[in-house]
């Protein structure tokens, strides 16, 4: 019995390793690095080039996302005379700082670094990290999902004008905490009654459960708590205007997380920009160009307001 399971497991070996020949078929290759850590140790890694370069974007395709600063929300009024709340985020110096691939992590991402910070303040397998890719100490850092056609090497630099003015984005950051708070402040609730027959529990969620069956209250139960500093996404929010020189870009409407907290802006997945007009993978810019002297770039309204028309 011993005898056979060991022979049993000697063929699966060798089925592995003729799997892993170069003559074999791609799928089985694929099935093998993908699942097996061997496998992934023997097959040799193809020499992937990634090009700076401006490509076509398809309908497949998806880019990077980038990582900004909330600096705080103001007002524009548009050609019509309307007030259009906006909130400011800065683009801090976003570079690549890794790239992994199918080859070799089983997927394709692209992790992006926002700002500055002094190698003192960061632990050492993080200084490692940086060094490793040959690339600056960064505060914060993000791992995007992007196609293969929208990969970018180490070192590229991310601008404001990676995002269109007009287009639709996502973004996502964390909320402000607001500790512990009541029922009515945290679920809306409209509490008690406010005059005769209410005493001193205005303010209260009522009841929370039921009688002996079940003499229990059900788990989800909306009541008092912790409030705030949640992850979030708000999604489909209007680009209303870019200043490259200041790498500042406006949106309509609120973003969550406090100001000076990191935000993370990708392309919408709903209300989808016009493909023709994003630059991809990313906006090169020219050698010859001055960015000290852009004209920031406001979003084409049309003729009609479209803050004013119903979704």
């Not at 005769?196 to 969620?205: C, I, N, P, V």
């Not at 788990?219 to 790498?247: L, S």
């Not at 990708?266 to 002297?293: M, Q, R």
Request: aromatic share 8%.
């Amino acid at each position: 019995m011993a005898m056979s399971a060991l022979s049993r497991g000697l063929i699966s070996r060798f089925r592995a390793l003729s799997i892993l020949n170069p003559t074999s078929s791609s799928c089985g290759e694929n099935w093998v690095r993908r699942f097996s850590a061997e496998a992934a140790l023997l097959t040799p890694d193809s020499a992937r080039v990634i090009e700076a370069a401006p490509g076509v974007m398809g309908p497949t395709s998806r880019r990077t996302g980038i990582i900004a600063v909330k600096c705080g929300m103001t007002a524009q009024w548009n050609k019509w005379g309307a007030r259009v709340p906006l909130s400011v985020l800065w683009v801090d110096d976003n570079i690549v700082c890794q790239v992994k691939t199918v080859e070799k992590e089983g997927f394709f991402s692209l992790q992006i670094g926002c700002g500055q910070k002094k190698e003192k303040h960061l632990t050492k397998p993080e200084v490692g990290h940086f060094r490793s890719q040959g690339v600056p100490m960064k505060r914060k850092l993000r791992e995007f999902p992007v196609t293969e056609d929208a990969l970018l090497p180490v070192g590229t630099s991310l601008g404001v004008r990676h995002f269109v003015p007009g287009q639709h984005v996502d973004i996502q950051g964390i909320t402000m905490g607001k500790g512990f708070q009541g029922g009515m402040k945290r679920w809306g609730f409209k509490g008690m009654p406010a005059s005769h027959g209410a005493s001193l529990s205005h303010r209260s969620l009522g009841s929370t459960g039921q009688r002996d069956a079940p003499g229990k209250v059900f788990k989800g139960k909306k009541m008092a708590g912790r409030m705030g500093g949640k992850r979030r996404t708000v999604k489909n929010v209007f680009v209303y205007r870019v200043d490259p020189a200041r790498n500042l870009m406006w949106v309509r409407g609120q973003v969550p997380g406090a100001e000076g907290n990191f935000v993370f802006i990708k392309d919408a997945v709903y209300k989808k920009p016009d493909i023709s007009t994003l630059p991809f993978p990313t906006y090169f810019t020219p050698e010859d160009e001055d960015t000290t002297s852009l004209e920031p770039l406001i979003a084409d309204l049309g003729e009609v307001d479209p803050f004013m028309v119903a979704d």
